[in-house]
Structure formats: structure tokens, C-alpha cells
């Protein structure tokens, strides 16, 4: 069965620098979602779009941004990266329906030097 | 707001043993109740969940959980685990909204299986 498809799935950079993360969902998903992930720790959600309209908000800094399209993929966008962006961002896909449930890409490890 | 409690954050078990971690959940409306798997260095995977019906789910590779509306917990529970089973699991919450909800996930319980 088809997954939730990251790139990449690896990020070096320097301060300050920028980052474009991309998901494409599983087929027929309309919902996305981003999630972070620090070291040893649980991840936090930081947004999320449905049928291409952003549908919650959650701790994401003012230097994130992000969309969907039309094809339903996502992007996160990251500008003025910090030491502290360092972290696995995961999205999930799900289609809304009584039993939504989100399914998990492979994670973008990005890592600020 | 919503939260999840995982009160064990690491548990070392022989192959063999048997297996619960607890999870409870402070929301008291209408949720939906997750158990996530994380094998070391891979992504979320889903072993269960729980939507509505019968409050005993199964999932895969032999776990099963149990909602308890009255104690708002979703222990997960294995009956034999394996050396396979080492990594690290997360329970999460969403509210049952019809509409797209984030999860709230508990801060995980790294689980250890010896030899």
C-alpha cells in the first residue's frame, strides 16, 4: 500500500539559512499534518491543512510557514533557521471520515549547524 | 486544554514477559485513542486504536489495548513480548470533532526486551 512520502528525508543547514520540507500525502487523503520531533521527545503538532485550507495551528514560530496544493501535497517552509530547529518533522495524511486516522511518513531529519 | 500521561518512560523486560504501559488522558469529551510505535531511527507507525464499540482493540504484532472510559486510560498490553519489540511507543489522543483534529501524543515509554 501506498505511504506518506517525505523529501528529503535528510537536511544540513547553517543559521540562518532556509529549509523547504515536502510531503505528498497517500492517495485520496485530503487532510495534512506537520508534526515536530526533538530529541527524545514526543512530537509536537504544527499545523495542518484540509482540502488545502489551513484547518489548525499549533506551536508553530512565526518563521515556519506553510501550504497545501493542489495535488494535496504539503510544504513546510523554514526561514532564519536556528540551532533550536534542529529535529525529525514528520507529516501524516489521513482522509477525514468517522475513523480518521493519520498515518506517518519517514520524517525529515534536519539538522542546523 | 488536552494531555497525555505515559507513566512509564522506560521498562525492561525478558523476552517472554509480559507487557502493560499505561496511558491516561485528561480530556473528558468524545475522543479518539491511539497507540504509536517508533522502532529506532524509523517513523510513526499505528499499532491501534480506538474510535467506538467494543473497548478492547487489537492491533498488530499481537497488542491489544483496553479504554476505560470511568479511569480516561488506554493501557496497551501484550501477553508475550519479543526482542523484536524493542522500541520506543507513544499513545496519543485527538478529539472525535468529525472535522481534522491534531494528536496529542503521551512523552513515550522506550520499551527494552533482553535476551
Known amino acids: 500500500a501506498a505511504g506518506v512520502i517525505q523529501s528529503p528525508r535528510h537536511l544540513i543547514k547553517e543559521k540562518r539559512e532556509t529549509a523547504t520540507l515536502k510531503c505528498y500525502p497517500i492517495?485520496?487523503?485530503?487532510?495534512v499534518y506537520w508534526y515536530q520531533q526533538g530529541p527524545g521527545q514526543d512530537p509536537q503538532f504544527l499545523i495542518s491543512?484540509?482540502?488545502?485550507?489551513?484547518?489548525d495551528k499549533g506551536s508553530i514560530p512565526d518563521r515556519f510557514s506553510a501550504q497545501q496544493f493542489s495535488d494535496y501535497h504539503s510544504e513546510l517552509n523554514m526561514s532564519s533557521l536556528e540551532l533550536g530547529d534542529s529535529a525529525l518533522y514528520f507529516c501524516?495524511?489521513?482522509?477525514?471520515?468517522?475513523?480518521?486516522?493519520?498515518?506517518f511518513g519517514p520524517g525529515t531529519r534536519l539538522l542546523v549547524l | 486544554a488536552q494531555s497525555v500521561s505515559q507513566h512509564n518512560h522506560h521498562v525492561i523486560l525478558s523476552e517472554a514477559a509480559s507487557l502493560e504501559l499505561g496511558c491516561n488522558y485528561s480530556?473528558?469529551?468524545?475522543?479518539?485513542l491511539f497507540w504509536y510505535v517508533q522502532y529506532p531511527g524509523q517513523h510513526l507507525q499505528l499499532l491501534l486504536k480506538?474510535?467506538?464499540?467494543?473497548?478492547l482493540v487489537k492491533g498488530i504484532k499481537g497488542f491489544e489495548a483496553e479504554f476505560i472510559k470511568s479511569k480516561f486510560s488506554f493501557n496497551l498490553r501484550k501477553p508475550s513480548v519479543q526482542w523484536s519489540d524493542t522500541a520506543e511507543y507513544f499513545c496519543?489522543?485527538?478529539?472525535?470533532?468529525?472535522?481534522?483534529?491534531?494528536?496529542?501524543f503521551g512523552t513515550g515509554t522506550r520499551l527494552q526486551v533482553t535476551l
Open positions: 501524516a495524511s489521513s482522509q477525514l471520515d468517522n475513523t480518521e486516522t493519520q498515518y
Open positions: 480506538y474510535f467506538s464499540g467494543d473497548p
Open positions: 480530556y473528558g469529551g468524545t475522543v479518539n
Open positions: 496519543a489522543v485527538n478529539l472525535n470533532t468529525g472535522t481534522a483534529s491534531k494528536l496529542t
Open positions: 492517495p485520496r487523503h485530503d487532510t
Open positions: 491543512f484540509y482540502e488545502k485550507m489551513q484547518s
